[in-house]
C-alpha cells in the first residue's frame, strides 16, 4: 500500500493558558506541512519524553513503507526499554497555521498524575516531541445530517468539537453540550456556518455530560446525528441514550472513548472496552 504512519517530530515555538486548565501549545516541525490536512478532527498521538528525560534523535523507531497501520512500528516501539520508551498519549490537531507552519494542540490539565497533563503544564519552547500521525487512514467520516447537529464531550474533546464546528456544511445547525469542570473552562468555540448553540454543564456544580443531556428533553429536537467523545464509560452512556431513547439511527451517532476513568492510555484495554471497539466498527460498516 505505501502508505505507512508518518512518524514526526514537532518543536514547541509558544504556550499560552487559554482557561486556567487548559494549556495551548504550538509547534512547528519539518514533515508538518505535508501532514496537516483540511479536515476536521486530525487524531494523532504524541510521544513524550520520561521526566527529566529529552527525546533523543534516533528514538523513536523508524517508519517502515510497507507497514500501513503502523502495527510493526508499534511492536519496534514497545521494543524500547521501559525506562526510556516515550508515553505515547492521543491528541487532536486544534489548527495549523499553514503560512507560518505551526500546530496547535490545546492540553487539558486535569492533574491526575498523567505524563501528558503535567508535561503540558511544563512546556516549554524548544522542547520536542515525537508524533505519530495524523493519517486520512483513521480519518472517521462526520456523520451527517440536514437536521440539528449534537456535539458532546468534555475537555478532551472541546479541541475536536472546535474543528467539527469550524468544518460544517451551512446547512446544519449545531447544538453543542460540553462538560467542564467549572465555569473558568469556559470558552469561545467557533460557530457553525448553519449556527451554534452551547450548553455548559459544570462539574463542580454536579452537573455531568450524561445526565444533561439525558434531561435535555425538547432542546434535542430536530437533532438528527450526533459526534459524541470524552471519558469512555459517559460516552457509552450517551450512545445508548441516543441510540436507545431518541432513536437516532446507529450510523448516525458517531462516537470515541478518549480516557478512561482511573486508567491511563498504557493500561490494556478492558472486555468492555474490546466489546464496544467491535461494535463501532460494526457501526461504521
Ligand atoms: C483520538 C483522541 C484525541 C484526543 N484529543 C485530546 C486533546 O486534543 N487534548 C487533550 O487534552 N486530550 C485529548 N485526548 C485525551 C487524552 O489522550 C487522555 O486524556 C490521556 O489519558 C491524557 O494522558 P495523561 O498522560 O495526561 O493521563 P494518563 O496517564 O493516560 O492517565 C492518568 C490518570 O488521569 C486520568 N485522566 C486522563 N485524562 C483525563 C482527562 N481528560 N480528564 C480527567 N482525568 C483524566 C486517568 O483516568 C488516569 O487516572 C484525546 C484522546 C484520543 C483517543
Request: include cysteine.
Amino acid at each position: 500500500m505505501g502508505h505507512a504512519m508518518p512518524v514526526s517530530h514537532v518543536r514547541v515555538t509558544g504556550t499560552e493558558r487559554i482557561t486556567p486548565r487548559t494549556a495551548r501549545v504550538t509547534f512547528t516541525g519539518d514533515a508538518l506541512p505535508r501532514l496537516m490536512e483540511d479536515r476536521p478532527d486530525q487524531q494523532m498521538k504524541l510521544c513524550l519524553p520520561r521526566e527529566g528525560r529529552s527525546l533523543e534523535e534516533g528514538l523513536l523507531p523508524e517508519q517502515d513503507a510497507e507497514d500501513a497501520y503502523g502495527m510493526r512500528w508499534y511492536e519496534a516501539f514497545l521494543a524500547i526499554p521501559e525506562p526510556v520508551r516515550p508515553w505515547m498519549r492521543g491528541f487532536t490537531v486544534r489548527s495549523y497555521d499553514r503560512a507560518h507552519n505551526v500546530m496547535a494542540v490545546d492540553f487539558v490539565l486535569h492533574g491526575d498524575g498523567g505524563p501528558a497533563s503535567r508535561w503540558g503544564a511544563a512546556a516549554r519552547p524548544g522542547d520536542v516531541l515525537g508524533m505519530v500521525g495524523p493519517s486520512s487512514l483513521y480519518a472517521r467520516p462526520l456523520p451527517t445530517t440536514s437536521a440539528g447537529m449534537l456535539l458532546a464531550g468534555d475537555e478532551a474533546a472541546l479541541p475536536a468539537i472546535a474543528t467539527v464546528l469550524e468544518a460544517l456544511p451551512a446547512g446544519t445547525r449545531a447544538l453543542v453540550y460540553a462538560e467542564v469542570a467549572d465555569a473558568a473552562e469556559e470558552r469561545e468555540l467557533p460557530t457553525a456556518a448553519g449556527g451554534t448553540e452551547v450548553r455548559w454543564v459544570h462539574r463542580d456544580r454536579g452537573g455531568s455530560l450524561v445526565a444533561a443531556v439525558r434531561e435535555a428533553g425538547a432542546d434535542l429536537d430536530g437533532v438528527g446525528a450526533a459526534w459524541v467523545a470524552g471519558e469512555a464509560s459517559a460516552v457509552r452512556a450517551l450512545r445508548r441514550h441516543l441510540v436507545g431513547e431518541r432513536q437516532l439511527p446507529r450510523s448516525a451517532v458517531e462516537f470515541s472513548g478518549y480516557w478512561r476513568r482511573a486508567l491511563t492510555q498504557d493500561d490494556a484495554p478492558t472486555e468492555e472496552d474490546l466489546a464496544w471497539a467491535a461494535e463501532r466498527a460494526a457501526d461504521s460498516g
